[in-house]
């Protein structure tokens, strides 16, 4: 089974910080997805990162997939109250050949104002 | 476009009743993926679907969990005689021929 460990676990930070989520493993994914959900909702899709060592950006939000294809970050600039969710790293797995994810456990950011 | 759609958003059933969830995936995607999330866990695969046919259900329990996907209509899970341990959002997913997976907002099952 190919797990996606995330850290940290929780992270609360003052608005204007700066953060990094980390998403790693010790397998291969094909591609890789962060989510961000909120309580009472379903995980709603941020980006998908598919080629090693790709970087992608979303307003002050930077995704990037490892060279190896084991990892990948979500870089935060200038955290606004607004961020404030759990977030989730999925990757498809390259054993098996489904198309399911498997998920992180997830990293609940909270953003003080 | 409207996104997936689950209903009922929440569901109380109890112990030994059956419960059945459903997802209509979003318009011209054909792949649909059944989720559950425990608390403190993430969430974790259970099945995949196409429209008449069950392609993986390597996450489903052996034992009174089943889901469809007909021709027409709404995916289907489907959970008979429940216990508490079924107590959990499920959540669907329906996707194109992409890598890429949107989910609707899930079904709270609460077994009591």
């Known amino acids: 089974t190919q797990l996606l460990e995330q850290s940290p676990q929780f992270l609360s930070i003052q608005e204007g910080e700066n953060l990094t989520v980390y998403c790693n493993s010790s397998?291969?994914?094909?591609?890789l997805q962060w989510y961000r959900q909120e309580p009472g909702e379903g995980p709603v899709l941020l980006v998908t990162v598919v080629t090693g060592g790709e970087v992608k950006k979303l307003k002050r939000l930077t995704f990037q997939f490892g060279d190896a294809r084991k990892d990948s970050s979500l870089h935060i600039t200038a955290a606004q109250p607004g961020d404030t969710g759990l977030y989730l790293c999925?990757?498809?797995?390259?054993?098996?050949?489904?198309?399911?994810?498997?998920f992180g456990k997830g990293t609940k950011l909270t953003v003080n104002p | 476009n409207a996104g997936v759609m689950q209903n009922p958003r929440h569901l109380v059933r109890r112990r030994g009743q059956e419960a059945r969830l459903r997802c209509s995936p979003m318009k011209g995607h054909s792949h649909v993926y059944w989720y559950r999330q425990l608390p403190e866990e993430g969430l974790k695969f259970m099945v995949y679907?196409?429209?008449?046919?069950?392609?993986?259900e390597s996450g489903m329990p052996k034992e009174r969990f089943s889901a469809e996907f007909p021709k027409e209509g709404p995916s289907i899970l489907r959970i008979q005689q429940v216990v508490r341990g079924d107590s959990a959002a499920y959540f669907c997913?329906?996707?194109?021929?992409?890598?890429?997976?949107?989910f609707g907002p899930g079904t709270r099952l609460t077994v009591t």
């Open positions: 999925a990757g498809h797995p390259t054993q098996g050949g489904s198309e399911k994810l498997v």
């Open positions: 679907l196409q429209k008449e046919n069950i392609i993986d």
């Open positions: 397998s291969v994914f094909s591609s």
């Open positions: 997913a329906s996707s194109p021929q992409t890598y890429e997976q949107y």
